[in-house]
């Protein structure tokens, strides 16, 4: 194992949340450091520094970069080409920050944008919304386009299935992982929203899984938003994602499966939360060196 990072989305800094006031990386890295993180996610590209600045925040903290999210129109091949650009921009950024620890390096996360209907049907049930035949080579072939520029750049991609998106069903992973070569993002929050079992994925996943995300999740808070017909942000702002342990994640049981099989990437701890406030809010500080100590019987 690499280690455990922490996230900015942990503290309600992502890209749902972009045109809020967030709070600043010197808080979150910070809290991050305090709390006994090794890493921590790159967030929105920008957000911790351009190419220039990333290497010299990441030290002042003493803080690796394990990766971080870069989602692109998979399925769209006109919005697809239109979007490169944004992930030339994040791999200048992650190549800035490799430099910081070249033993460890990030791993660019990449992810499907979805789409409005998606996003409108959380869990990924409703009938009509997945992709057929012509989608999924779209996906494929543009997802190993991606993935082929983060390796002639030096670094190796990882892909995050995740809510609201065209990969986010356990048959939607699966369809994934036959059509191309990259290494998975285990996201056990995503999963468990996305009506997966982790304990059980860590098995059929196998060696595709390079990153890990560890995640609790409320089912009962996607049912009744699914009951209701709420899209995902509501979903997200009713607090689906806890501190480790007090959801339906079986915490010891990933984590005892996941030691077993000797995974030696970064375990990454999320728990996306939607700010309600400004500045950086107290609890989620607090809500990450809970999380961090729940990890401590896995990861010292």
Known sequence: MKGVAGAPVSFGVFEMTADGRLATPDEVLGSLRDAGYD????????????????????????????????????????AFEAALPALDEALEIFLAAKEVDPARPPLPTLADSGSAQRRANPGGRAPGIGLDEE????????????????????????FHHHVGTYVETPYEIGQLLDRTDIGLTLDTGHLLLGGGDPVDALGWVGDRMNHVHVKDAYLNVLEKAVDEGADMRTVWERGVFPTLGAGDLDLAGFMNALMAGGFDGWIVVE???????NGLPAQAAADQRTNREALRRWAP
């Open 135 to 158: 989608g999924w080579r779209r996906l494929a072939a543009n997802l190993q386009t991606a993935a082929g520029r983060v390796r002639d750049a030096g670094l190796e991609p990882t």
């Open 39 to 78: 890493a921590v996610d790159l967030g929105p590209v920008g957000w911790m520094g351009d190419a220039e600045h990333i290497g010299d925040r990441l030290r002042q903290y003493h803080l690796t970069l394990c990766g971080g999210w870069v989602d692109l129109p998979f399925s769209d091949n006109e």
């Open 271 to 277: 728990q996306d939360v939607v700010p309600t406030g």
